[in-house]
């Protein structure tokens, strides 16, 4: 089974919503149940590319055309088949903070780092060392004797975080932004990590409005919570060879992407700007 990861930088906040919250949050964001790590289902992502290959049938209705079902499946009573294309959800890597120094971070942990070096398959150049609950490694953009300020806390630094930010640069070569990642990261433990994800994303108030006044809808007011832009996702993506003359799954997904100008709306909200992301595989 050959297998390749797909990263989406979001452009813009990110809300893929957990349905209705009885916290004080109307709207939250899908997060890991035992991390509070915020993620986007493969679902999700299933749905958004499975829409690139749909087309009309001679009725005028949306059908998924033969590469798609090849893809993505065909949900047909009488005919199911499972597509050969596997999407799994998009964990963070890298998660952006207010920073005193160098206006934001990029915050990642040794859990997150872990989980990615076995999902893709990789080694880190070298192993981090243990750090206590409130020190960190960090990059010389946001730190300042040997101290980083996080939104309110104040983390010491015991090191320098430039040789996993050396290996993260490379996974967004066309990313101008990312380029300043070995400036901007900080390696934090994982509890501190946990409490930033869930804590420090945006948190908006919205109205509904009355289709026909106009105007605010009596009741209609709604907290949204929403992953800043900056984050940086990955998601593994693997491909079931069926046929031997089937196109590659991976390959027609990468080449519709960079088709599409490399630019990936995912989750809710799209008319007002939320969900794009810039979108690799690798």
């Avoid at 206006?103 to 070298?126: H, K, M, Q």
Wanted: one cysteine or more; a negative charge.
């Amino acid at each position: 089974m050959k297998k390749s990861i797909m990263y989406l930088f979001a452009r813009t906040p990110v809300h893929v919503g957990a349905g209705n919250s009885v916290g004080a949050v109307d709207s939250p964001v899908m997060r890991e149940r035992h991390t509070r790590i915020p993620i986007i289902p493969g679902s999700a992502l299933k749905g958004t590319l499975s829409d690139f290959w749909n087309e009309f049938d001679e009725k005028g209705k949306v059908v998924r055309s033969k590469i798609g079902e090849h893809l993505f499946g065909r949900g047909s009573d009488s005919d199911a088949k499972a597509g050969t294309l596997l999407i799994g959800e998009a964990r963070v890597l890298a998660f952006p903070v207010r920073s005193a120094k160098g206006c934001f971070a990029w915050i990642t942990c040794p859990l997150v780092l872990n989980r990615y070096v076995r999902d893709a398959g990789l080694a880190l150049e070298s192993e981090l060392p243990v750090f206590g609950e409130m020190q960190c490694l960090s990059g010389s953009g946001v730190s300042y004797e040997s101290k980083v300020v996080l939104e309110e806390y104040v983390v010491e630094s015991i090191g320098s975080s430039e040789v996993v930010a050396a290996q993260l640069k490379s996974l967004l070569q066309d990313n101008v932004l990312w380029q300043s990642v070995d400036q901007h990261l900080v390696v934090l433990s994982n509890s501190l990590f946990s409490y930033f994800v869930e804590n420090a994303c945006e948190v908006v108030t919205r109205n509904r409005i009355h289709d026909e006044t106009g105007t605010a809808e009596k009741g209609g007011l709604f907290s949204q919570e929403q992953v800043p832009s900056e984050t940086l996702f990955y998601s593994v993506i693997a491909e079931q060879q069926r046929g031997k003359d089937a196109p590659g799954a991976i390959a027609a997904l990468s080449a519709k992407l960079s088709e599409l100008g490399g630019v990936l709306q995912v989750g809710g909200h799209e008319t007002i700007g939320l969900g794009f992301c810039d979108v690799e595989v690798q």
